[in-house]
């Protein structure tokens, strides 16, 4: 059973950064492929990238390409999502998730973090 | 990029009754298309995958079906505990999109 635990709520101006983690326990990070989903106010889900274990590399949508990162900790199965040049518009609560590595289906998420709100404003 | 479309918006429905709910693609996506539930505050919980296999531990209560652009998902009786938004999801194509959702409210 993978578990993961989501790093706490962040509050940033217009422009900044922000960086959230999302500990791994149950199994390894380097056996998981870690995405990241974040959902607006109010609004539906939002794929924003993560590892293809077909392609081998991080693939991400075409709207976060750019300002986006997300990296892996194997040494402390910590995943990382940055997010930089932050607007209002990414006011959102902030979700890892995963498959199971054993019996998941690619890109259907059967685990997920529990959240990180990160709010953006002046 | 394919897109998926959820309806209705809102299913108003009492505990008991039958919900269906229905998410279609612009184009054939096969059967890669899976579904979630999510309460508020909760992370979604995934209910369906490839169109009609229930993820582990998901009641019988909740059915998938369809393939190429038409799926549905049917709640045969709705419980108490039922009442939530429910998001379709393709898995074969980048980027990997979510519907609309649909939520199911007390009647």
């Known amino acids: 059973q993978v578990q993961l635990e989501q790093s706490g709520a962040e509050v940033r101006k217009p422009g900044a950064s922000v960086k959230v983690s999302c500990k791994v326990s149950?199994?390894?990070?380097?056996?998981?492929?870690m995405h990241w989903v974040r959902q607006a106010p109010a609004k539906g889900l939002e794929w924003m990238g993560g590892f293809d274990p077909e392609g081998g590399k991080t693939i991400f949508a075409q709207k976060f390409q750019g300002r986006v990162t997300m990296t892996d900790d194997t040494s402390t199965d910590t995943a990382y999502m940055e997010l930089t040049s932050l607007r209002s518009d990414d006011t959102a609560v902030y979700f890892c998730a995963t498959w199971d590595p054993l019996v998941g289906a690619f890109f259907t998420f059967d685990y997920w973090g529990q959240g990180t709100l990160v709010t953006v404003s002046s | 990029e394919i897109v998926l479309t959820q309806s209705p918006a809102t299913l108003s429905l009492s505990p008991g009754e039958r919900a269906t709910l229905s998410c279609r693609a612009s184009q054939s996506v096969s059967s890669f298309l899976a579904w979630y539930q999510q309460k508020p505050g909760q992370a979604p919980r995934l209910l369906i995958y490839?169109?009609?296999n229930r993820a582990t531990g998901i009641p019988a209560r909740f059915t998938g079906s369809g393939s190429g652009t038409d799926f549905t998902l049917t709640i045969s009786s709705l419980e108490p505990e039922d009442f939530a938004v429910y998001y379709c999801q393709l898995r074969s194509t980048w980027p990997f999109p979510f519907g609309g959702g649909t939520k199911v409210e007390f009647k």
């Open positions: 490839d169109a009609s």
């Open positions: 149950g199994y390894t990070l380097s056996e998981l492929s």
